[in-house]
């Protein structure tokens, strides 16, 4: 059963505007969370994180929006630029569980920028 | 620089023949994974390690064999018995697991 699900595989957005993807999870021992970005043939390189004591994390052109009640994150990027094009990875972990089990990532999103 | 090495970044492998994939890290890391990247199917871990002379298996690791005697060291055996071993391979590691990992930039595999 998929604990962290990112519901939409792709989503195309006009360069200039703003791109949200979404990410819910299922498990309550979940409190910090992370969103990862990936090229292809490449690693994921980590982007922005939020914990569960906040409801909000900014960082430049990119916002993450947690509401515990709805076990359901966003990630917001205003403006898209074409470089934004790539796979963004949602992952959660149990930090008050000790972290054994580390990550637990959703199947991602693909983000396209058009011109 | 720290960070993580994976090599090769291509790797063609005949059916039935056992092969070797490669991680390395400096960054004094204790905890190491395996991750296979599937179109569709997102990050699936196959293996991990919290410590040196032990791991665990993860939610696809059949087919797959790892060893960790050193702690910057984890490479990744994929044998004969894997049923559909082309893919995109990932090592990451982590110093406390709960803030995220450090991704190697991966190794493609290709069974020919």
């Known amino acids: 059963d998929q604990q962290v699900k990112q519901n939409s595989p792709s989503l195309s957005v006009q360069e200039g505007r703003i791109s949200i993807l979404n990410c819910d999870y299922t498990n309550s021992m979940f409190d910090y969370f992370l969103w990862y970005k990936k090229y292809p043939a490449e690693g994921p390189t980590f982007l922005i994180s939020?914990?569960?004591?906040?409801d909000k994390n900014e960082d430049g052109r990119f916002t993450v929006f947690l509401n515990k009640s709805a076990k359901h994150l966003s990630l917001h990027i205003v403006p898209s630029q074409p470089g934004d094009s790539a796979v963004y990875f949602c992952?959660?972990?149990?930090?008050?569980?000790?972290?054994?089990?580390?990550?637990?990532f959703g199947k991602g999103t693909h983000l396209i920028i058009q011109p | 620089d720290g960070g993580i090495t994976q090599s090769p970044k291509y790797l063609f492998r005949k059916e039935g023949q056992n092969v070797t994939l490669s991680c390395e890290q400096n960054?004094?890391?204790?905890?190491m994974y395996w991750y296979r990247q599937d179109p569709g199917q997102g990050l699936r871990l196959i293996y991990y390690?919290?410590?040196?002379?032990?791991?665990q298996k993860g939610d696809i690791a059949e087919g797959y064999s790892v060893s960790r005697e050193k702690k910057e060291s984890f490479p990744l055996t994929v044998t004969s018995a894997q049923k559909n071993p082309t893919a995109f391979y990932l090592c990451a590691s982590s110093w406390l697991a709960v803030y995220g990992y450090t991704f190697g930039s991966g190794t493609r595999l290709t069974v020919v």
């Open positions: 939020i914990s569960s004591i906040k």
């Open positions: 992952a959660a972990s149990a930090l008050s569980g000790g972290g054994a089990d580390g990550l637990t």
């Open positions: 960054l004094n890391h204790d905890a």
């Open positions: 390690s919290q410590i040196v002379n032990d791991f």
